[in-house]
């Protein structure tokens, strides 16, 4: 049997220093219902975390508004004990705030992107973010304001690279007027890729595409899934399947999925083993037409 390891998804380079494993790991899924609260058992959450970078994982997606904080805590936490922590490529995410369960506000007043800046750097116990997404773009406030408030992060020392969340291309395009953008995060998966033109743009531009829902919440896996006969011809589970397809339909996407079970995250990462023929590739492609 190969070897379970995340490096086997091959890798992406994101500047001279971080060439990251291109099967990452999100992780909304460890706070309480709603993403809202502490996850019900935080020694599992931080086991999951340092369970990851066992595995390969050297990409982990978060936000201070998992939980809120409480997400961060259990990535720093978990972290604390990787062997290769110098080599951990962490995005962050600013510009959401919580009322409540399942509650969100976009709120990309300059002032409060940078508080969120600051206190994510103490929570995560960082001296600068290596990819801050802004997490959605607040129609409130010019583009230019929001984008230019994270440049001038990033001139600073603060940010390393730049991403955007939730955008179409032509508000990439908008965006890069005002700071270099280095990667998209939006809703993508293989029952819903509405976002065909923004992977392709990233592809062409240079851009890491970072999928998110790369499981459709748990809806693409087990019982009645639309994945069950190809992962049975395959021979692997439906979650492989959905990552295998990402991981092929283009070398810029970094599929994070999220989950708050060793058993899950062991089957995820297995999925950097699968090479899907391109015969299942097409297939799958059509599932959402
Ligand atoms: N930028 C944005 O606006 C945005 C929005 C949403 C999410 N995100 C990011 O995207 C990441 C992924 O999204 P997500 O976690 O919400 O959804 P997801 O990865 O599509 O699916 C997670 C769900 O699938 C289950 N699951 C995971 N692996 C499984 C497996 N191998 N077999 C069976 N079930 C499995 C999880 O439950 P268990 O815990 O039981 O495994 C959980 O219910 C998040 O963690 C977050 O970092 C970003």
Redesign the pocket.
Known sequence: MAELNAANAGTYQFDDQFKINRLG??????TGPG?WGPYKDPQQAVSVVKRATELGINFF???DS?GPWF?DRYLAAGLKQAANRDQIFISD?VG?TRQGPSQWTPHGEPGYLRQQVEVSLMTLGLDHEDLL?L??IDSHFPIADQVGELKKLQDEGKIKHIGL??VSVDEIKEAQKYAQIDAV???Y?VANHKDDDVVDYCEANHLAF?????????????QGSPLSAIAKKNNV????I?LAWLLKRSPNIL???????I??????VAAANVSLSDDDFDQLSHLAE
């Open positions: 790991y999100g992780t909304m899924q460890l993403t997606d978060t936000a998992y997400a995410k959401q997404f997490h959605r969340s939730q995060e939006n809703l998966n970072v999928p998110w829902f790369p499981l459709n919440t748990g809806k693409l896996v087990g589970s439906e979650a492989q959905a599929p994070i999925p999220g989950t708050s079970s058993q899950h995250l062991e089957d995820n």
